[in-house]
């Protein structure tokens, strides 16, 4: 096929579009339409290629190695890169994790490792290194199992039966993509089950060739509009994804060129492109980590990612081997590429089994006992996962976590800002023979009296109140919640903007359930211990450890925000506090001065590590809490 500069300006603009919504998604909203235009591209250019050798004996082996030889050196190389920087600055489960994604990665499985731990759109996300390597390994789940369909069809009926056959499971892809999407499930970005229609669809460009040549212009008005108009809070992939993949679906069919897209720049950021994704990702997340996001930051941001992808394009991307290839067996034993991905796989296993190599030398002293605090075990409630639910089942309430004693005179009700409360009081308690019932939600805003469709767990908070206060021998209560997320909504994505989420109606009786619950108690006979908001971050504790590490700054005190901000943000319900001022019974838990000072909030305070992530305060944090708690009592 004749090397066609419509598609290089085609896919200059996708990966502009991506580069601009990393650094900045204000700037482009939709920019991640970018990659599904990427999709729409491989799967033309794949039909195309695969149509092209279908006849030749050792088509697909040479298909195969083509890709190997296109796509594993660049990212060979990025991986090699942030082991060297790893070594040098990464503490050792950072290390460890960085080790699991490049493998991931080099077996092009990453897609599933990020289905796992967190949503694309995620705040966290932007912490991981490869994350952007999901779409390679869809690409290359596709690459794989593409060319034995199309020969599978071939060898059971013709050539012209394939366009069906490829139609069939575009429909099923897309329908079960839209399937997911309607009952809003997310699971579909990283599924190649819910992505492959969009490369399917680019086959179309090659099945379905318009008898008159039509202009592109639409095409380029749609992926263009789709890229300002869309933004993370559509369902995504959904059937909107139409708009960006039949836009490049149209500049596929048209085959135009005009002067616009064969301007130089333009040409070459197309015949950059792929090295551009490469390299643009980590930069996002070292200028994420170094809080550099000032609209010039920004920019050098993006200069840098240019640079190093035209770097890597000059060179790496540049490398051809030789490519006599003449069997399956051949492809195994002389194919270089495929030497990399064992050589990474066998060097981050070597790094797995290590733990990261938590002590080497080329790590400062001071780093490593941060780290070494912020171990899960270390952190984390012991058995979190068997004592803190995320979702109702009949007689929980008759079942809570007792902890460290079968009848507890005290309890715990809140969500999962109490489940480290939870363990440290209660462990505190144990010293006295005594215990404590948890009883933990995990997102769960204050509920008590609410109906079922208030919230997941309104009929669950009501039985735990009514349950507690049955209980004669439980005579202390305690709650904990993450108030100005279910008053306002999560700051990790917004900070520092204060984010606006619920209507005042829901905040109203979000506190109104909260005042019945504490008055309810207090009637019953119990002495109500209400904690008062932790600061929350808006980036994991690990960020600004590894940011202060990265800059050469002292890690003894680091700080998180301002005093202001935690005032701003919590102002709502320290407003609705002094209401319950009068309240007989209910003592406040003041836990402010352990995480700020006058002016400035802490992520660590006198080398101790306050939270194992954004906004959960860790247990050595909570078993300070737990002792002014035990304070408290009349």
Known sequence: MNFRQDINALRALAVI??????????????????????????????????????????????????????????????????????????????????????RYSAVFTSNSTYLDEAGYFAAASKEKWLLHTWSLSIEWQFYLLYPLFILAIAKISSRQHLPLAINILLVLSLGYCCYLAYVGNTDGYFLLTARAWEMLLGSWAVFYKPKRVSSSLPGWILVLVSAFIIDHNNAWPSALTLMPTLGALIILWSNQNNKLLTVPIIQRT????????????????????LNLHTPTWILIGITLSFILGAISYHTIEQLRFRRDIKSVKHLLLKCKPLWMILALVAVTKFIAEHDGFPSRSSLGNELTSIYAQLDKKVQMHPTRSKCHISRYNNNQPEHACRLFNDDPSWALIGDSHGSEI?????????EENDGLAQYTFSACPPSYSQPAEFSPCA?????????????????????????????YGQNEETYPELPNRYSDARRAEILKSLREMIETLTSG??????????????????????????????????????????????????????????LKDLHVIEVKDLFCDENLCYAVRDSIPLYFDDDHPGLLATDQIAEQILSLQP
């Open 459 to 487: 009929i669950w908070t009501t039985e735990v109140v009514e349950h507690v206060i049955a209980n004669p021998k439980i005579k202390d209560v305690v709650i904990a919640y993450r108030y100005s997320d279910h008053l």
């Open 422 to 430: 939870a363990y440290s009081l209660a462990k505190k308690l144990s």
């Open 270 to 289: 197309g015949l950059y492109s792929y090295s551009i994704y490469l390299w643009h990702w980590p930069v996002v997340v070292l200028f994420y980590k």
């Open 525 to 582: 006979g119990k002495q109500v211990y209400l904690m008062m908001p932790v600061p929350e971050m808006g980036k994991s504790i690990k960020s600004f450890v590894d940011r202060s590490y990265l800059k050469g700054q002292p890690l003894d005190n680091i700080v998180s925000m301002n005093i202001d901000y935690y005032q701003q943000r919590n102002q709502r319900f320290l407003d609705f506090m002094a209401t319950l001022a009068s």
């Open 17 to 102: 579009s991506v580069v601009i919504y990393h650094f900045n998604a204000a700037w482009l909203p939709g920019g991640f339409i970018g990659v599904d235009v990427f999709f729409v591209i491989s799967g033309f250019l794949m039909t195309t290629i695969l149509l092209g050798r279908q006849d030749k004996p050792k088509g697909i082996i040479e298909f195969y190695f083509a890709r190997l030889n296109r796509i594993v050196p660049p990212l060979a190389l990025l991986c090699v890169s942030l082991l060297i920087v790893g070594w040098f600055y990464f503490a050792g489960d950072e290390f460890e994790t960085l080790a699991k994604h490049i």
